[in-house]
């Protein structure tokens, strides 16, 4: 068990040199994939049947884009240019890996290449498509040099009312923003249900006490906030201390029902239970899920638990704990799923999660389609000294997370008018 111990840490270690190179390596699945083997689309169809007919749903699907064809999206001018050859390279490899071949159509090549992936699912599923707003200051001011990336509200609404068999639209809405209030009440009204953070790249601390009329709001509206916990390493982030699972207990106390992304992730974060001590994201995640206070309006997904960087005996740990699996739901953080570095299912072999014959399945079914691999390897896992595994209920809408009405149209303002 050492030597796979070492070589995950060392995988971990080396992921962060090894992605900003990726554009030279081939990331992207095979566009004209060829037909499964038998073996393969019986894990597949294995992976589909005990959800009864459902559809899958996936809560945390990222939509990208730099702002082609009027979206309104935005990229911060250090991962466009060579001056700044590590985010260049970073945001390259997420584009390339996403079926994006031209930056200058960047938006629709990354949409037309999401509804693809999602058409060749056996059973066609729901995606939560997430917007992301702007790094702001206290006082409300946007931090254009601490906001890597911008998918505004009202691209997300739009692409759910062009697809509303395929999109849940999910809005990021900064607290700090001056019209935060008034864009919340506009997403409400638009039927939106859910409003995505990630504090350690956007800025916001969940525990500030200035922002409990936002709770108040997002409460009255019945809007859960999907907020991403533990280090963050995808998107610039500088602000570690704020992905502190334990921050969150401000929302919940005030009656916010809160989607913890990730299920703690990584890293470390203060005990701030125990002052002047540290402890495990991961170990924070739980005991907010085992507080009792909560148990009736906090949830997490499990998206990325199964890359390379994440510690096994967390994804043993859950998968052990089947008293928590009514509070998860299933999310991809696609498209880092179609990164292929990150993505070792030999790994999840060597500890005994997926059988031999089930990581030669996989890693077909990942050349197909990264998408639909992120959804079957996750069903196929297993406890590798019980044999339990997720239930087919955390792979579909879970009850009060998944309304999807849109009713009138959004009209917030730009980052132009700001």
């Known amino acids: 068990m050492l030597h796979r111990h070492v070589l995950a840490g060392f995988s971990a270690l080396l992921i962060p040199l090894v992605l900003p190179v990726l554009p030279v390596l081939p990331v992207l699945a095979e566009t004209t994939p060829k037909p499964l083997s038998q073996?393969?689309?019986?894990?597949?169809?294995?992976?589909?049947?005990?959800?009864?007919?459902?559809?899958?749903?996936?809560?945390?699907?990222?939509?990208?884009?730099?702002?082609?064809?009027g979206t309104g999206a935005y990229a911060s001018p250090r991962l466009l240019s060579w001056n700044h050859p590590l985010p260049r390279l970073k945001a390259r490899t997420i584009f390339r890996s996403s079926g994006v071949t031209?930056?200058?159509?960047?938006?629709?090549?990354?949409?037309?290449?999401?509804?693809?992936?999602?058409?060749?699912?056996?059973?066609?599923?729901?995606?939560?498509?997430?917007?992301?707003?702007?790094?702001?200051?206290?006082?409300?001011?946007?931090?254009?040099?601490?906001?890597?990336?911008?998918?505004?509200?009202?691209?997300?609404?739009?692409?759910?009312?062009?697809?509303?068999?395929?999109?849940?639209?999910?809005?990021?809405?900064?607290?700090?923003?001056?019209?935060?209030?008034?864009?919340?009440?506009?997403?409400?009204?638009?039927?939106?249900?859910?409003?995505?953070?990630?504090?350690?790249?956007?800025?916001?601390?969940?525990?500030?006490?200035?922002?409990?009329?936002?709770y108040?709001?997002?409460?009255?509206?019945?809007?859960?906030?999907?907020?991403?916990?533990?280090?963050?390493?995808?998107?610039?982030?500088?602000?570690?201390?704020?992905?502190?699972?334990?921050?969150?207990?401000?929302?919940?106390?005030?009656?916010?029902?809160?989607?913890?992304?990730?299920?703690?992730?990584?890293?470390?974060?203060?005990?701030?239970?125990?002052?002047?001590?540290?402890a495990r994201n991961f170990d924070l995640f739980l005991r907010m899920m085992d507080d009792p206070a909560y148990r009736d309006h906090l949830y997490a997904d499990i998206s990325m638990l199964t890359q390379t960087l994440r510690n096994p005996r967390d994804l043993t740990t859950l998968l052990a704990r089947a008293d928590l699996h009514h509070r998860l739901v299933n999310g991809s953080d696609y498209p880092l799923p179609a990164i292929d570095v990150i993505i070792q299912p030999r790994l999840l072999q060597q500890y005994g999660f997926i059988s031999a014959s089930e990581r030669r399945s996989l890693t077909e079914i990942y050349r197909h389609n990264p998408l639909l691999f992120d959804l079957v390897l996750k069903r196929t896992l297993r406890h590798p000294e019980t044999g339990a595994q997720f239930p087919p209920e955390m792979f579909v809408a879970h009850p009060g997370l998944a309304r999807n009405s849109i009713h009138e149209p959004i009209h917030v303002h730009t980052a132009e008018g700001k």
Request: glycine fraction near 6%; charge should be negative; include cysteine.
């Open 102 to 214: 031209d930056e200058a159509q960047a938006d629709p090549q990354y949409l037309a290449r999401l509804l693809d992936l999602a058409r060749q699912f056996p059973d066609s599923p729901k995606l939560a498509i997430l917007a992301f707003d702007y790094h702001y200051a206290k006082d409300g001011s946007i931090d254009y040099a601490r906001s890597e990336f911008h998918i505004p509200d009202e691209y997300v609404l739009q692409l759910a009312a062009r697809h509303p068999e395929r999109f849940i639209p999910v809005a990021s809405v900064h607290p700090y923003d001056p019209q935060a209030l008034h864009r919340l009440e506009a997403c409400a009204r638009a039927g939106i249900t859910l409003v995505k953070w990630l504090p350690n790249a956007q800025g916001m601390d969940p525990s500030d006490p200035d922002i409990d009329s936002f």
């Open 39 to 69: 073996d393969a689309q019986v894990l597949v169809q294995r992976a589909f049947d005990d959800l009864g007919g459902r559809q899958p749903v996936d809560y945390h699907v990222h939509i990208l884009g730099l702002g082609a064809a």
């Open 216 to 278: 108040r709001a997002m409460a009255r509206h019945g809007m859960a906030l999907l907020c991403h916990t533990g280090l963050e390493s995808s998107v610039r982030s500088d602000a570690q201390r704020l992905g502190n699972p334990l921050l969150l207990r401000r929302p919940l106390d005030l009656g916010v029902t809160v989607i913890m992304a990730h299920a703690g992730n990584r890293g470390m974060s203060d005990d701030l239970d125990n002052p002047g001590k540290k």
